[in-house]
């Protein structure tokens, strides 16, 4: 089992940066892909970012490449998501999410949530 905490979330305006984190505990984190999803009131969840276990290779939504970037600190057991020039449709409820293999943007292959962090982006 592993459980996944985030934290950073709130209200941002656009234009402004946030970050969060996911905090894992359990199994070993090192071995896990992680990934960000996001999902808005009345819209499905959408694939924001993940980062591979093995060699570190990220890859991320269309909407938020080049805005976003994720990492992880093995040793702390802690994936980031680095979120800037946000703008109002970033506005959703985020989850992290982790994953034995490699690096997948569907929401279905991952085993195991977190209970999401609500970011907000309005003036």
């Known amino acids: 089992q592993v459980q996944l905490v985030e934290s950073g979330g709130g209200l941002v305006q656009p234009g402004g940066s946030l970050r969060l984190s996911c905090a894992a505990s359990?199994?070993?984190?090192?071995?896990?892909?992680m990934g960000w999803f996001r999902q808005a009131p009345g819209k499905e969840r959408d694939f924001v970012a993940a980062?591979?276990?093995?060699?570190?290779?990220?890859d991320y939504g269309d909407s938020v490449r080049g805005r976003f970037t994720i990492s992880r600190d093995n040793a702390k057991n802690t994936v980031y998501l680095q979120m800037n020039s946000l703008k109002p449709e970033d506005t959703a409820v985020y989850y992290c999410?982790?994953?034995?293999?490699?690096?997948?943007?569907?929401?279905?292959?991952?085993?195991?949530w977190g209970q999401g962090t609500q970011v907000t982006v309005s003036s």
């Open positions: 999410a982790a994953r034995s293999y490699g690096v997948s943007i569907h929401g279905d292959d991952y085993d195991y």
């Open positions: 359990g199994r070993t984190f090192v071995a896990y892909t």
């Open positions: 980062i591979g276990w093995r060699r570190g290779n990220k």
